[in-house]
């Protein structure tokens, strides 16, 4: 494992002294051990008899070559009933690369890998579903469209799940995506083009039975590097796209305020596609998130009055889903209990280096919105009286960020947890994964000491790491108070719990731990 580094110090927010108990029911599995060190869950779903599936990807080292997926089925005891290993290898007789897993989707009792991989003879790349029944993983290949190689902008393929990072030389979005539906019903796959003079993706668009339902070429007449994707999305009822995309024109370098560059929302079907504009007019909206709702849909974020990136408050953008006329256009400064939260009686500072986490939707259709602070700074360390050193780079998780904005687009509150981690290596077990239940927002977390009661309504969390770590959760109610609770404590545990990497399922949250070897899983049911 590499080397970690882990402080944390989590506190000066008000909470609710009189809390109710928080209930929760933790199950854990037997502690076991893989072939592979490093695994991650990367689909969680119901079997529909209280049981689970899941599904870990794992990845071997120096000392350990391959790759693969590990397939669980668990009852509702966390007691496993079967599992198969499909391990990821290059035949001799094969025409293709090994390729690469986009992403995984649930048809019934029907799983689907979808593979995305270079053919050598026909100087392609194709992508297929590996499919078989959970009850016997007798896996067959289908082809869902091929691409010729010449067409495409190289770069990584994709990393599982996630937009590629673009290498050198190439835009952020190079290679190949999946994203899949809020409801899991639908995914599409979208693959960059190669174009000198526009910016061009192919766009297909398939249900979770392998039904195609759009192949579609997207195409905006300016270079790569002018036009940053912000995210697509897959409507809820798995026919529409939607693309949200940040543009830097012409016409906006002469603005005199605010940041010069607009925001594009173009909406696809089968048959039709069309393009909303709209910018954040005097205010700098570094990026925005869509949010795609039965009746309307929305784009959030943060903005700062400063063309830096300090945040001084939300924006929100409603449009219909439809037509996409711009209906509200709002920017909300963030709330004098945030600025307390934060920075105690300080109004002057802005929050800066905010990251998307997590967007959730009350049962009410309010948004609550989840970010963390994170950034990247290096250090020399030098070998000493040797001569010589080398440069060190460390990845910071500070203050949680968490708002709730109404249906009219306004805050209902927003609050601040203050922590500070940082990490040179693996950073699963710190961060945190957030959920909601009902109109309460939670958040997982991992903390050393015990939380401390500090005068004016104040706690404080201690230091953590992978050798000591205490599993807490921190429940946020509709009024935008606070409680907490530790529900594990490091010395009943065998494995530390990675909290960044929750699966979701229902009321549940499945996490995995590792030390060294040894695996378990967690099941927290709220």
Known sequence: MKKIILFLTLG??????????????????????????????VLVEDDGKDGILIVRSYQGGVFS?????????????????????????????DKKSVGTI??????????????????????????????????????????????????????????????????RNYDGDAG?????????????????????????????????????????TFKREIKDRKFTYENIDVSKDGNTLY??????????????????????????????????????????????????????ITCIGFYSDRKDNR????????????????????FNPFTEQFIIDKYGKDKDKELKFLSFRKILITPSNDIVFNA??????????????????????????DDIVSAKINASGDIVWARNINKRQATTGDESYISYTSTLKDNDTYFFINTGEKVKKLKNDRIQFGQASTKKSNL???????????DYKEILDDKDNEVPFMVSDGALTGNSVIFIGRKGKKKQLLKITL
């Open 372 to 397: 963390e602070e994170f950034y990247i700074t290096t250090t020399y360390i030098s070998n000493g009286m040797n001569g010589g050193g080398r440069t060190q780079t460390i990845y910071h998780y």
């Open 243 to 296: 693309i949200l995309g940040k543009v830097y024109t012409d016409e906006k370098k002469k603005k005199k305020e605010g940041g010069k560059y607009q925001f594009e929302l173009t909406r696809i079907t089968k048959d039709s596609e069309k393009t909303q504009v709209f910018d954040t007019e005097e205010h700098f909206s570094s990026s925005l998130k869509t949010i795609i709702f039965e009746g309307r």
């Open 176 to 216: 190949a995506n999946m994203i899949i539906n809020e409801d899991r019903t639908a995914f599409a796959i979208t693959i960059d083009i190669k174009d000198k003079t526009a910016e061009t993706h192919k766009l297909f668009l398939f249900d979770k039975s392998l039904n195609k339902k759009i192949d579609h």
């Open 65 to 93: 070559s391959g790759s693969g997926y590990y397939f669980e089925h668990y009852d509702s005891n966390m007691k496993l009933i079967k599992e198969y290993e499909y391990e990821r290898v290059q035949k001799k007789a």
């Open 12 to 41: 000066l927010f008000s909470f609710n002294a009189s809390s109710q108990e928080i209930p929760t029911t933790l199950v854990k599995s037997e502690v076991f051990k893989d072939e592979y060190k490093y695994s991650s869950v």
């Open 472 to 482: 807490n959760v921190i429940r946020i109610n509709p009024n935008g108070d606070f």
């Open 311 to 330: 945040y001084k408050g939300i924006s929100y953008f409603e449009l219909d889903p439809t037509t996409l006329a711009i209906k509200k256009s709002k």
């Open 102 to 167: 986009l992403g995984i989707i649930l048809d019934g009792d029907n799983i689907r890998l979808i593979d995305y991989a270079y053919n050598k003879t026909d100087k392609v790349f194709i992508c297929s579903a590996l499919s078989s029944n959970i009850n016997d993983f007798n896996f067959t290949s289908q082809e869902l469209f091929r691409v010729n190689s010449e067409e495409i902008q190289r770069g990584p393929i994709v990393s599982f799940m996630g937009i590629g990072s673009g290498a």
